[in-house]
């Protein structure tokens, strides 16, 4: 631990920490939502090991437990996570020499905290540390939701699924200071807002990264 905050620097590791963990509570009600939908107990788990994509597991779940087809849950569920494809663009020299793992562990928080990063090594190991630390957290969060979920008849009443976003906005509003991140964060919002009544949950996010058209390289923040 010593040495992940020397090279990372203790802020940096806590937002790591901070973020997994909410992760891990979001996974209990994951587990949870999943067995109290009538799936079998070792779903949650085996999708968490298998998958690792919480968007997606959400919504193989309610797809499956709506009535839908497994092939048509798989099919929305690989449109979610297609936004992989510019992140293993982008990330391609932080996973160099662990492809396999690299792409297993490509996931949204920890290509966030890669992508802040400018240092190349540091921007590696962050990669590193919040995919494996991410990964545990939620494996072990959607196995203590699967085992409550035989009991528990109301998921909802928990409310776990606000931890996750509250955390996220505490780690993101700093950043919102200057005009040159603010005006594309709003205007991504906007169009995820917009498109959310008319799309499968996972994919307005994707849109929102229509909010970097107003990030131009060399502007100045105001």
Excluded: K
């Amino acid at each position: 631990m010593r040495r992940l905050s020397e090279e990372l620097g203790p802020g940096l590791l806590r937002d790591i920490v901070l973020v997994c963990l909410a992760v891990g509570v979001v996974g209990v009600s994951y587990g949870a939502i999943t067995v109290s939908e009538g799936l079998p107990v070792w779903t949650p788990s085996y999708f968490s090991l298998v998958v690792l994509a919480g968007a997606s597991q959400f919504l193989f779940t309610g797809i499956v437990a709506a009535g839908g087809s497994p092939v048509a849950a798989v099919v929305a569920g690989l449109l979610v996570n297609a936004r992989h494809l510019p992140f293993g663009f982008a990330l391609a020299d932080t996973v160099r020499g662990r492809p396999l793992l690299g792409g297993y562990l490509m996931i949204d928080e920890s290509v966030a905290f890669a992508l802040a990063q400018r240092d190349p090594r540091v921007r590696r190991v962050a990669y590193f540390t919040c995919g494996l630390l991410l990964m545990l957290c939620w494996n072990v969060g959607s196995l203590l939701g699967a085992l409550a979920g035989t009991t528990i008849t109301d998921t909802d009443a928990l409310g776990l699924d606000a931890a996750f976003p509250a955390v996220l906005l505490a780690l993101v509003l700093p950043s919102l200071r200057t005009a040159g991140t603010r005006r594309p964060a709003l205007l991504g919002a906007a169009v995820a807002l917009a498109l959310t009544p008319f799309l499968p949950a996972g994919l307005p996010v994707l849109f929102a990264l229509a909010g970097l058209v107003l990030a131009r390289p060399g502007r100045e923040p105001a």
